[in-house]
T-cell receptor, first 115, second 114 residues
């Protein structure tokens, strides 16, 4: 079945450091890929998405590129801020299921940014 | 911005009591999802609906949990009787299966069963 694997957390960085959170997936067909972010006490919010190979999703300084050859969708940011501290979830939507919006989530990676 | 609305935000009750959580999906969305989030298990899909019909509730303990959509503007998740192990944050999300649309999440119901 479909699955998403994320790097274990927590990830602790100093402000202005470079961020990479790894995400790889297994799916049949051509899934859409998403990154969601969850701030404390809140629900998950869509951060960015990519719907086909080589697409780059970007938002709020975060980027991720859909790499079909390596089945990856790594999240990057050039300079993190304390306000980026949250849990980040990688997810896929497998179109072959016929219900495009059903998502398979990774386990989440907690990011803590310190001054 | 359109939002998924969940009520109540917090619920504390004693074991054995019935708990009802409600969700108002975003207008026009035709899929609704219920998730449970705990520290130990992470984010688990309990059930989901498409056009108000239940498509998959295999993640839900059927002996005590039930999920319904009485109409397009309301989804409910009930636990009867509740147990301490049901303590978690329950999220509702809605989406559309037209095109590559993401799910939109509510802020969750934080449930504590004493």
């Amino acid at each position: 079945g479909d699955s998403v694997t994320q790097m274990e957390g927590p990830v602790t960085l100093s402000e202005e450091a470079f961020l990479t959170i790894n995400c790889t997936y297994t799916a049949t067909g051509y899934p859409s890929l998403f990154w969601y972010v969850q701030y404390p006490g809140e629900g998950l919010q869509l951060l960015l998405k990519a719907t086909k190979a080589d697409d780059k999703g970007s938002n709020k300084g975060f980027e991720a590129t859909y790499r079909k050859e390596t089945t990856s969708f790594h999240l990057e940011k050039g300079s993190v801020q304390v306000s980026d501290s949250a849990v980040y979830f990688c997810a896929l939507s497998a179109r072959s299921t016929g219900t495009a919006s059903k998502l398979t989530f990774g386990t989440g990676t907690r990011l803590q940014v310190t001054l | 911005d359109a939002r998924v609305t969940q009520t109540p935000r917090h619920k504390v009750t004693e074991m054995g009591q019935e708990v009802t959580m409600r969700c108002q999906p975003i207008l026009g969305h035709n899929t609704v999802f219920w998730y449970r989030q705990t520290m130990m298990q992470g984010l688990e899909l309990l059930a989901y609906f498409r056009n108000r019909a239940p498509l998959d509730d295999s993640g839900m303990p059927k002996d005590r949990f039930s999920a319904e959509m009485p109409d397009a503007t309301l989804a409910t998740l009930k636990i009867q009787p509740s147990e301490p192990r049901d303590s978690a944050v329950y999220f509702c999300a809605s989406g559309s299966d037209r095109g590559n649309q993401p799910q939109h999440f509510g802020d969750g119901t934080r449930l504590s069963i004493l």
